[in-house]
């Protein structure tokens, strides 16, 4: 067995290798995960030293890793880093890389790419580990995590696997999309088949509605440039929105098989129908025009909401609502699933026959955990009803700092060979099916008018408008005012 690994940071000198890749690679460190003979090479065009780039990285550590720092247990770990400077498309500049690791781990190697870059380079960066032979080894195994976005259109996604898969096999492909990492996510298949009292009410018979929002408190900042070219639906919804809807509507997998998941969450998206134009909202916030990068006149929603109905047995008739938003009053990631009222209404005169439904809400983020509200007797009442709360907070069970980024459990997974959490070409391209045609309308002359709403507040009423339609409410289960 091979015991050498190495990983290969493209873009090392970026925000997220410091913020995300080389904390969460610090973090299963000290958890004794990566073991064996490791190295972690860093490169970008910037110079830096092997010393300049530890100093940058341990930087990151000390502040992201959740951790208190640990002089003793950095200087070692320090001691697995690497930096060279270089432009990973110029053929030449990637074999001077190439050289310098087949000396760090002289003999055969596990490798793990990591395209950390903008998405333009990826064809580029692909090609040549192909033209220097670095996508095999007889020896090793050869993986790839590619960042998102992947693609802009089901066409550019489509041409983009087209590519990789000229270099790289479908299995040795792992497209991030950190949404899935984040542990509340991973618990939502839990939840439904580790138990036997959900499934059986998880579907048309009991669901009303489900409600998907993520919501984010901060603004675009200085990322106007990338987001100006994106919005809303490219950059959440074509991922971690749809994501994690395929988690809640998915049919049972026969296993917790990577591919038998995978199967499962693709053919659930197939089954999404075509989204109506007239089942959507978008909008921006105010003062969205002023950023740099982004053009004054710019339609690009920061926001948007949706409607989808699924057409497959379990889901007929429960519409699933999804938003997300950026600059709102509070961040927060939340699934809702709403249940229908009772059949019959017993305690008629109470609350004029007006129950809150029973709500099921799985918290995302921040504060992680899952509520179930039903009604109960007030006490002393006669037969008025108010809603109660059972709630299970992961901090109060497993500890504050049970919970560790999404990027570690994905990094471990992808050293570990599990594509589980990872997205596979098919599923993009169904994604960016159901947004391509929503996106196309936004993008035309026929496009919806564009909301305005205030940063810092709830978003646009036209949100609310949407349901309101419908007859309902966006439900929120885990905040309590
Ligand atoms: C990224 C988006 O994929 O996810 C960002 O590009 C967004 O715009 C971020 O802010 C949200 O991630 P999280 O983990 O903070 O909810």
């Not at 004794?32 to 110079?47: A, C, D, P, V």
């Not at 049972?252 to 109506?276: C, G, H, M, W």
Request: hydrophobic residues 40%.
């Amino acid at each position: 067995m091979v015991e050498v690994t190495s990983i290969l940071i493209f873009g090392a000198s970026g925000d997220l290798t410091k913020r995300k890749l080389v904390p969460a690679l610090y973090n299963l460190y000290l958890k004794e995960r990566l073991t064996g003979e490791f190295h972690i090479l860093g490169n970008s065009r910037s110079k830096f030293s092997h010393e300049e780039w530890r100093a940058k990285m341990r930087e990151g550590v000390e502040e992201f890793s959740g951790n208190s720092f640990d002089e003793t247990a950095w200087t070692q770990f320090a001691e697995h880093l690497w930096y060279v400077a270089g432009s990973a498309q110029d053929v030449n500049d990637l074999k001077t890389l190439k050289e310098f690791l087949e000396e760090k781990e002289s003999g055969a190697s596990n490798r793990l790419y990591y395209l950390s870059v903008a998405p333009n380079l990826y064809v580029p960066i692909v090609k040549n580990l192909g033209e220097l032979n670095m996508a095999r080894d007889p020896g090793g195994w050869r993986r790839i995590i590619v960042e998102k976005p992947f693609g802009t259109d089901l066409k550019s996604a489509h041409a983009l696997n087209d590519e990789i898969h000229s270099v790289f096999e479908e299995k040795q492909v792992y497209r991030i999309d950190h949404y899935l990492g984040k542990e509340t996510a991973q618990n939502i298949m839990f939840l439904r088949f580790a138990n036997a009292i959900f499934e059986p009410i998880w579907n048309r018979n009991y669901v009303d509605s489900v409600h998907i929002s993520v919501l984010e408190q901060v603004d675009v900042g200085h990322r106007g440039g990338y987001y100006d070219s994106s919005g809303a639906l490219r950059d959440m919804f074509q991922n971690h929105l749809l994501q994690l809807l395929t988690l809640i509507a998915m049919e049972p997998p026969a296993s917790f098989d990577a591919d038998a998941v995978r199967n499962e969450k693709t053919k659930v998206l197939q089954a999404v129908r075509p989204i109506d134009p007239f089942d959507t909202v978008c909008a921006q916030y105010e003062g969205y025009k002023e950023l740099e990068g982004v053009a004054s006149d710019s339609q690009t929603p920061t926001y948007a909401a949706l409607k989808l109905n699924i057409d497959n047995w379990r889901w007929q008739g429960v519409p699933f609502y999804l938003r997300s938003g950026k600059a709102l009053e509070r961040k927060l990631s939340e699934i809702t699933v709403v249940f229908h009222q009772p059949p019959h209404t017993l305690f008629r005169d109470s609350n004029n026959g007006n129950f809150t439904p029973n709500i099921l809400s799985i918290c995302v983020q921040p504060d992680e955990g899952i509520h179930l509200s039903f009604e109960a007797k007030v006490p002393d009442s006669a037969r008025r009803t108010q809603s109660v709360n059972l709630e299970f907070h992961y901090a109060d069970t497993f500890g504050e700092c049970a919970i560790p980024e999404a990027y570690e459990r994905l990094l471990l997974d992808a050293l570990l060979g599990d594509p589980g959490l990872f997205t596979r070409s098919d599923t993009i391209e169904v994604s960016w099916q159901l947004m391509d045609p929503v996106i196309a309308t936004w993008e035309s002359d026929e496009a919806p008018m564009l909301a305005t709403y205030a940063r810092g507040g709830q978003g646009p009423k036209e949100a609310d408008e949407l349901l309101a339609n419908d007859g309902r409410v966006w439900r929120l289960g885990c905040v309590h005012e």
